[in-house]
């Protein structure tokens, strides 16, 4: 049956960009004009530099595949609740010599994503 009109769903409103003093509003967090300059400014000074050989082209294919096996998370799932993954999280982390092997992977949502980076003291939380 073909949708009509009203039937669609209602989308958020858009939002201020981040950049001081931008007046475009946007969907995600910065504008058009403002998200590839963004990007670059936090590739060169927060990012690691040897990001791109753990987690390149491979490592997302790796993550969608493991993501679509298992769409639910795995903690929350242990818990009764069925909660859509929406990270892929390695259990060994590959800066302390773990690989992207599927023994190695769990699917988290990004809340159980987080506990668990809080846990380890690793990393702030991201939202």
Do not use: F
Request: proline share 7%; glycine share 6%.
């Amino acid at each position: 049956m073909p949708r009509k009109r009203g039937d669609m769903m209602p989308r958020k409103p858009k939002r201020p960009c981040s950049t001081p003093g931008c007046p475009n509003l946007t969907d995600g967090q910065y504008c058009e004009d403002h998200r590839v300059e963004e990007r670059r400014r936090y590739d060169k000074y927060q990012r690691s530099k040897d990001v791109n050989k753990k987690y390149g082209r491979a490592w997302k294919r790796i993550r969608d595949r493991y993501a679509r096996e298992h769409p639910l998370c795995e903690m929350c799932k242990e818990d009764g609740r069925l909660t859509p993954t929406d990270e892929v999280h390695h259990i060994l982390p590959v800066s302390q010599g773990g690989t992207h092997d599927r023994s190695n992977l769990m699917s988290l949502c990004k809340s159980c994503h987080n506990k668990i980076h809080l846990e380890l003291g690793d990393r702030q939380i991201r939202n």
